[in-house]
């Protein structure tokens, strides 16, 4: 379970990125966190990581307070970036390896790096290759394969979709619904209202480092979410 | 945990361009170091060798009259070393003999050339290719171990794993000095092989323990390079800024502050010319000589039988004395001038290096004044031992001095009585006592540099 509990966040420069955030997100739930640029998306998924230490509040994880012992909170979590970024000169197999050792999982062997490659659609002839040969779409399948290898029970997605084509991006949907179906909670942030709402159980719009609205998916399914997120988009903007 | 990452730092490492130039400028150079030491080494055994024999034989022949060996020009010859090989401490600049007679002594060759402004990278010795390439070596493999994982992104992805930054950190510093360690240890196996098979000796078994102990100061000091590199690049974003920072530090540490100090220290102590030093002797001399307690003493020598021979005599010797006390005056200023600016110098990293490996393999300036101290000694005993023959001659009128042969014994000596030169073998202990300011002081830097380096890290933003 991820969550933040008036949690906030102001820059050396006096930029207010948080401003009491409070959300949770259960077992078993994809939670997206929509909002334009300088929202405060990532800034919330840097305090769950403890990139960055909060000004106010807590952000948990498991119940884990990320600032008091951000070691053992690390351990129940997954993250991928908007722009998953490894080893260009390792192949996928030595980057596998490296971030499976990392997670503690010390004894897979190639055939279950080869399974839970299949699993997001990356073929065998992927093991061997080098980083720097793959396609954003591939790394970013490389990407989720290790969070999956890692078996947190949550996930921190920043952005996971974006420039990815329309076939990687259904299929790195269908991923996150599986994920989502053994039961990891995670929080998405996202600029693709229309994946959101394919995916979510819940959707946070975010403006201005504040939570300013917060719906269940029946409750967006009976909306025009699009409608609602454009005018706070425009709001911004204006 | 530390484990793998140190797995995967070595990883990225060897699989690196960087890398792989590394290994083949390091063999390079140390296979040019190994030939071109050769080389040097047998011309100057050649030169050694002929020389002691001409000593020898001129000591002979010398040897059928006291009073002509006494007043006879020897030569105490500095044999080349193998350790040079390690640390050529500008050998070639400095005197490689001394001069003496049992009245003069000081007539070391090249004096003037005893100074600090020689260039220190003249030697393509080991502590040069450490020095020098392996710091940068150091460097290059360093600049971007925190800054570009950053840029790349895989910093953050690490981060987000249950993995203190300290480990990260202390796995990429033992990575980067296992890489550094790997092509050091080949490059030396390589030049050790080409010097033991080109001189048909092995250095390695006579020198094991200098060997040993340097290649430990070598990993101490690339230790310093490294902890730099890391700290750079845990305090930029970008690594082609630490990039350029680590190229300004690694100029200013290691070509610029040797220098500089150099310069520093020469202005700071300024000590009269050689012409004004002749100057100053000539007027001492004068002065005595002018100021004879007996003037008498002065007058026309006519041999043996002159009146005033045991003031004559005396004042000779005291003529000779002040000669010697100048002679000694001046070495001692250059000495005093070179070590302040050593001083100066030893803030620089490489110049802490130089010295610390000069002293254990007993080459360089300090291992020339311990030279000089073991000729005075020398030429004392043989000074006593003419003495001790003269007292020995009934028909001897005992009254030795530079100037007057007839005064004393002229019978001759057998060549095996008279004392023989040798330069005590210097044991481990104080060896160690000479390298320990210099081992500290590069301790301390490493110290320091771990300190910023950690620290920088720690609150480096991975974002």
Redesign the interface.
């Known amino acids: 379970m991820l969550q933040a509990v008036d949690l906030s966040k102001r820059y050396e420069d006096g930029l207010l990125a948080l401003d009491h955030l409070s959300l949770e997100v259960k077992e078993g739930e994809i939670f997206c966190l929509l909002g334009a640029n300088g929202a405060g998306k990532t800034t919330t998924i840097?305090l769950f990581?403890n990139?960055?230490d909060p000004t106010d509040g807590t952000a948990q994880i498991n119940g884990i307070d990320v600032t008091k012992d951000p070691?053992?909170a690390?351990?129940y979590?997954?993250?991928v970036?908007e722009?998953?970024?490894?080893?260009?000169?390792?192949t996928a197999r030595?980057n596998l390896d490296?971030?499976a050792?990392?997670?503690?999982k010390k004894n897979l062997t190639k055939d279950d790096y080869y399974m839970h490659m299949r699993k997001v659609g990356l073929q065998e002839e992927a093991f061997e290759m080098k980083l720097k040969n793959f396609s954003k779409g591939m790394r970013q399948k490389l990407?989720i394969t290790?969070a999956i290898i890692?078996d947190a029970p949550n996930i921190?997605l920043d952005e996971p979709t974006s420039g990815l084509d329309p076939k990687a991006a259904a299929e790195f949907v269908k991923i996150l619904k599986g994920l989502r179906d053994q039961g990891k909670a995670i929080l998405m942030c996202t600029h693709d209202i229309f994946r959101a709402k394919d995916i979510a159980n819940r959707v946070g719009i975010m403006k201005e480092g504040r939570l300013v609205m917060l719906r269940t998916r029946e409750e967006f399914m009976e909306e025009d979410l699009e409608k609602i997120y454009l005018d706070y988009m425009q709001e911004a903007v204006v | 945990m530390i484990r793998i990452l140190i797995i995967k730092e070595i990883q990225r490492g060897i699989i690196s361009l960087r890398f792989m130039l590394t290994m083949v400028l390091t063999l390079l150079v140390f296979i040019a170091s190994a030939t071109l030491f050769i080389k040097k080494y047998e011309q100057r055994q050649l030169d050694y060798q002929e020389q002691m024999l001409k000593n020898s034989a001129n000591l002979k022949e010398n040897a059928q009259k006291l009073n002509q060996l006494a007043r006879s020009d020897q030569y105490l010859i500095r044999p080349p070393g193998l350790t040079e090989l390690l640390a050529a401490g500008a050998e070639k600049h400095l005197p490689d003999r001394i001069e003496f007679n049992a009245f003069w002594f000081g007539g070391y060759e090249n004096i003037d050339r005893l100074n600090y402004k020689l260039n220190p990278f003249i030697d393509l010795d080991w502590v040069f290719i450490v020095g020098l390439v392996l710091s940068f070596a150091a460097l290059v493999l360093t600049f971007d171990r925190i800054s570009g994982e950053r840029e790349s992104g895989t910093l953050r992805l690490q981060c987000s794993y249950s993995v203190s930054r300290l480990k990260m950190m202390i796995a990429k510093y033992l990575a980067c000095l296992s890489l550094l360690f790997f092509a050091l240890l080949i490059g030396l196996t390589v030049n050790l092989t080409i010097v033991s098979i080109g001189l048909k000796t092995s250095i390695i078994a006579m020198h094991s323990l200098q060997i040993l102990i340097s290649l430990f100061i070598f990993l101490i000091y690339l230790s310093f390079f490294v902890l730099v590199g890391l700290f750079i690049s845990s305090q930029v974003k970008k690594s082609a800024t630490s990039l350029a920072i680590s190229l300004l530090i690694w100029t200013v540490a290691v070509i610029f502050l040797p220098g500089g100090g150099s310069m520093l220290g020469q202005k700071i102590q300024k000590i009269p010319s050689s012409y004004e030093y002749n100057r100053i002797r000539r007027a001492a001399w004068d002065d005595i000589w002018k100021n004879a307690p007996v003037p008498q003493a002065r007058g026309y020598w006519n041999g043996r039988d002159f009146p005033y021979l045991a003031e004559r005599v005396e004042l000779v010797n005291r003529l000779d004395a002040s000669n010697d006390k100048y002679r000694e005056l001046r070495f001692r200023e250059l000495q005093s001038q070179v070590q302040m600016a050593r001083n100066l110098t030893r803030l620089s990293p490489y110049t802490l290096l130089r010295y610390a490996i000069e002293s254990i393999v007993s080459t360089g300036l300090d291992a020339f004044v311990r030279f000089y101290e073991q000729g005075k000694l020398y030429r004392t005993i043989f000074k006593q031992f003419i003495e001790q023959k003269d007292e020995q001659d009934p028909d001897s009128y005992h009254q030795i001095c530079s100037w007057h042969p007839e005064a004393y014994s002229d019978k001759p000596v057998p060549f095996e009585d008279i004392p023989k030169f040798t330069e005590p073998r210097q044991s481990l202990g104080p060896v160690i006592q000479r390298a320990t300011l210099d081992l500290t002081l590069l301790f301390g830097f490493n110290l320091l540099g771990a300190i910023l380096a950690f620290g920088a890290f720690i609150r480096y933003d991975v974002r």
């Open positions: 840097n990581l990139f960055i070691l053992e690390k351990k979590v997954s993250y970036s722009n998953v970024m490894l080893y260009g000169n390792f030595q490296f971030f050792k990392l997670g503690g990407g290790i890692k921190l």
